[in-house]
């Protein structure tokens, strides 16, 4: 019988090998939507890791997570530096990192911190920064690259900068009389930290301290030498990240600080905020994958159709097979097993594009649009899928198999061949 199928299908092979790349495709839709999702929800949940509070202007949790962590989109208000300072005083906190955002470098953020960053900054699994190459910025003008920038505009260590104010690609107003100067660059994350340019707070404020409310003051120009000479301490940051002593503390400082009284602030719990986005996510997510596995339905809906309307240029073949002995049910299995067949081979086929492609665009997608999406063995979930679509093409198989056994049952070897 299996050596029959493989000479029914052989005697096809145009029309089989097209409606095995229809299933191909769409497996491969099916389970590259699913792999977009687990690798966006990893790529989320990796980017902080053993960090307890987010600390910024009072706004909503989730857009106080976006700005200060994934560097998506801008803070409403700033945080005072007295604020700051009172609160990274609490008993129960253990460390802070002040971050500071608002310039950028040809289109990637410029953010501004402390040497505690890369002493207490944590992404994946609790995993610490660490350097490809040179060191932590010790200067006013050092900086600190993420390797997407380091890669993507070909620095290395050495190299000078120019700052510019405002995030666009191309901006019309640059800090070109205050250049930083390449000191290290950091190994791949995998996080929002690769695009990243790092310097001091002091190196924020030196570039800023002949302006005033976002442009120069007219006939105030400062030195690069001369502004560092200046009281580089900040007036406001951005936001902040707070460690603590004890898990137990969480909620006692982050209710002290949302009722702080001295300026609006809020702190957000990043694991119960990206929670909170996923479930704002969760509804167009469901939706893309429903019209994934539609797609999956109408590749296999396509290969029944492509059965059944060949069933009357196969009436001959049947009859031959009913002449040499062939019972009605081995018609009906023969039909059967080319639906699976065909089903089984192009799922394996849409693995196969699927870990292509990945492979092909990873390296992109990662640089792109921050997103590592792993080129694992297939999940248990995934595994799940399969069998369902290949389930799925034996079921509807029938269909054109009992059609074949009923026609088969009326010609009998009536047909002439």
Same mark, same amino acid.
């Given at each position: 019988?299996?050596?029959?199928?493989?000479?029914?299908?052989?005697?096809?092979?145009?029309?089989?090998?097209?409606?095995?790349?229809?299933?191909?495709?769409?497996?491969?839709?099916?389970? /590259?939507?699913?792999?977009?999702?687990?690798?966006?929800?990893?790529?989320?949940?990796?980017?902080?890791?053993?960090?307890?509070?987010?600390?910024?202007?009072?706004?909503?949790?989730?857009?106080?997570?976006?700005?200060?962590?994934?560097?998506? /989109?801008?803070?409403?208000?700033?945080?005072?530096?007295?604020?700051?300072?009172?609160?990274?005083?609490? %008993?129960?906190?253990?460390?802070?990192?002040?971050?500071?955002?608002?310039?950028?470098?040809?289109?990637?953020?410029?953010?501004?911190?402390?040497?505690?960053?890369?002493?207490?900054?944590?992404?994946? @699994?609790?995993?610490?920064?660490?350097?490809?190459?040179?060191?932590?910025?010790?200067?006013?003008?050092?900086?600190?690259?993420?390797?997407?920038?380091?890669?993507?505009?070909?620095?290395?260590?050495?190299?000078?900068?120019?700052?510019?104010?405002?995030?666009?690609?191309?901006?019309?107003?640059?800090?070109?009389?205050?250049?930083?100067?390449?000191?290290?660059?950091?190994?791949?994350?995998?996080?929002?930290?690769?695009?990243?340019?790092?310097?001091?707070?002091?190196?924020?404020? &030196?570039?800023?301290?002949?302006?005033?409310?976002?442009?120069?003051?007219? /006939?105030? &120009?400062?030195?690069?030498?001369?502004?560092?000479?200046?009281?580089?301490? %900040?007036?406001?940051?951005?936001?902040?990240?707070? /460690?603590?002593?004890?898990?137990? &503390?969480?909620?006692?400082?982050?209710?002290?600080? @949302?009722?702080?009284?001295?300026?609006?602030?809020?702190?957000?719990?990043?694991?119960?905020?990206?929670?909170?986005?996923?479930?704002?996510?969760?509804?167009?997510?469901?939706?893309?994958?429903?019209?994934?596995?539609?797609?999956?339905?109408?590749?296999?809906?396509?290969?029944?159709?492509?059965?059944?309307?060949?069933?009357?240029?196969?009436?001959?073949?049947?009859?031959?097979?009913?002449?040499?002995?062939?019972?009605?049910?081995?018609?009906?299995?023969?039909?059967?097993?080319?639906?699976?067949?065909?089903?089984?081979?192009?799922?394996?086929?849409?693995?196969?594009?699927?870990?292509?492609?990945?492979?092909?665009?990873?390296?992109?997608?990662?640089?792109?649009?921050?997103?590592?999406?792993?080129?694992?063995? %297939?999940?248990?979930?995934?595994?799940?899928?399969?069998?369902?679509?290949?389930?799925?093409?034996?079921?509807?198989?029938?269909?054109?198999?009992?059609?074949?056994?009923?026609?088969?049952?009326?010609?009998?070897?009536?047909?002439?061949?």
């Amino acid at each position: 019988m299996l050596r029959l199928i493989g000479k029914s299908i052989l005697n096809r092979r145009a029309t089989v090998a097209l409606t095995v790349l229809s299933i191909a495709l769409s497996v491969t839709l099916l389970l /590259g939507v699913e792999r977009l999702r687990v690798g966006m929800r990893s790529t989320f949940a990796g980017t902080i890791s053993g960090t307890d509070l987010v600390v910024g202007a009072r706004t909503g949790t989730i857009p106080l997570l976006l700005y200060s962590v994934f560097r998506i /989109g801008n803070p409403t208000n700033n945080v005072s530096w007295k604020s700051y300072q009172d609160l990274i005083k609490l %008993p129960q906190v253990a460390w802070a990192i002040p971050l500071s955002l608002g310039d950028s470098h040809r289109g990637f953020r410029v953010l501004g911190t402390s040497a505690d960053y890369f002493t207490h900054y944590r992404h994946g @699994n609790r995993r610490a920064l660490e350097f490809a190459a040179g060191q932590p910025f010790a200067d006013v003008y050092d900086a600190v690259l993420g390797a997407d920038v380091a890669r993507s505009l070909g620095y290395d260590v050495g190299r000078d900068i120019v700052v510019a104010h405002g995030l666009g690609k191309v901006s019309l107003v640059e800090h070109g009389d205050k250049p930083f100067r390449v000191v290290g660059i950091l190994r791949k994350t995998g996080t929002p930290v690769d695009r990243a340019v790092h310097v001091s707070l002091a190196g924020i404020e &030196a570039m800023h301290a002949d302006w005033f409310t976002g442009m120069p003051v007219p /006939g105030a &120009a400062l030195t690069a030498e001369q502004a560092r000479r200046q009281d580089l301490t %900040p007036k406001t940051i951005t936001a902040f990240l707070v /460690g603590l002593h004890s898990k137990t &503390a969480i909620f006692h400082v982050q209710r002290y600080i @949302n009722e702080y009284r001295q300026e609006a602030l809020v702190a957000a719990l990043p694991g119960a905020t990206l929670q909170e986005l996923w479930d704002v996510l969760s509804v167009p997510e469901r939706v893309l994958l429903a019209i994934s596995a539609l797609v999956a339905c109408v590749g296999l809906a396509g290969m029944a159709t492509a059965l059944l309307a060949g069933l009357n240029e196969r009436r001959r073949e049947m009859a031959v097979l009913r002449s040499v002995g062939a019972q009605p049910r081995h018609v009906f299995f023969l039909l059967m097993g080319e639906a699976g067949l065909l089903t089984l081979v192009g799922a394996a086929t849409g693995v196969a594009l699927l870990y292509s492609v990945l492979w092909a665009l990873q390296p992109l997608i990662e640089s792109k649009f921050g997103l590592f999406i792993a080129l694992d063995l %297939p999940s248990a979930y995934e595994l799940g899928m399969l069998a369902a679509i290949v389930a799925g093409g034996f079921l509807l198989g029938a269909l054109p198999a009992y059609r074949a056994y009923r026609l088969s049952v009326a010609d009998g070897v009536t047909i002439k061949v």
